[in-house]
T-cell receptor, first 112, second 112 residues
């Protein structure tokens, strides 16, 4: 069935370092890959997304890469700041919405 | 524009009871998806409604059901509650299939 594996489950970095979170999806028909940030007690917020016709997308300190052959996509955060501390979820979808299959989440801690 | 609104925010029920949760999407959005979030299982897709029709369904038992009204507001119902149904229930809306999902703050259900 549909499945998204996310690693690592926890990640601790020093302020200013980079952070990388990786996800692998099982359904080759998946064509939309959003990333959500969820702070403690808050709702998930979309931070970046990528569609299958694009290999890389960047928005300021955040970038996402997609390797369709390997069914693998990654989130890259550069120059991390304490306010980046949160749980990050990757997700995959067929036809860009409706039903999102989420990874298990990565708890990112950025230490000042 | 108002965001996705979920009511109530908190609920306490006992085993065997039933519960109804409500979700009002962003104005103009026609798709509403529901997710269950637990520490152990993460974010799991329940179902999606579009124009009053269930368009996608996850792997949850028949005790979980939903509906959507003509104004796009959606409700989900859980009958014969079990302890394991304790979770944060999130809904998300999007203009149509193929667009970003925006999440509500969720309803936290505790089953005693």
């Amino acid at each position: 069935g549909e499945n998204v594996e996310q690693h690592p489950s926890t990640l601790s970095v020093q302020e200013g370092d980079s952070a990388v979170i990786k996800c692998t999806y099982s359904d080759s028909a998946s064509n939309y890959f959003p990333w959500y940030k969820q702070e403690l007690g808050k709702r998930p917020q979309l931070i970046i997304d990528i569609r299958s016709n694009v290999g890389e997308k960047k928005d300021q300190r955040i970038a996402v890469t997609l390797n369709k052959t390997a069914k693998h996509f990654s989130l890259h955060i550069t120059e991390t700041q304490p306010e980046d501390s949160a749980v990050y979820f990757c997700a995959a979808s067929i036809n860009q919405g409706g039903k999102l299959i989420f990874g298990q989440g990565t708890e990112l801690s950025v230490k000042p | 524009k108002a965001g996705v609104t979920q009511t109530p925010r908190y609920l306490i029920k006992t085993r065997g009871q039933q519960v109804t949760l409500s979700c009002s999407p962003i104005s103009g959005h026609r798709s509403v998806s529901w997710y269950q979030q637990t520490p152990g299982q993460g974010l799991q897709f329940l179902f999606e409604y579009f124009s009053e029709t269930q368009r996608n369904k996850g792997n949850f038992p028949g005790r979980f059901s939903g509906r959507q009204f003509s104004n796009s507001r959606s409700e989900m119902n859980v009958s014969t509650l079990e302890l394991g149904d304790s979770a944060l229930y999130l809904c998300a809306s999007s203009p149509s299939k193929g667009n970003i999902q925006y999440f509500g703050a969720g309803t936290r259900l505790s089953v005693l």
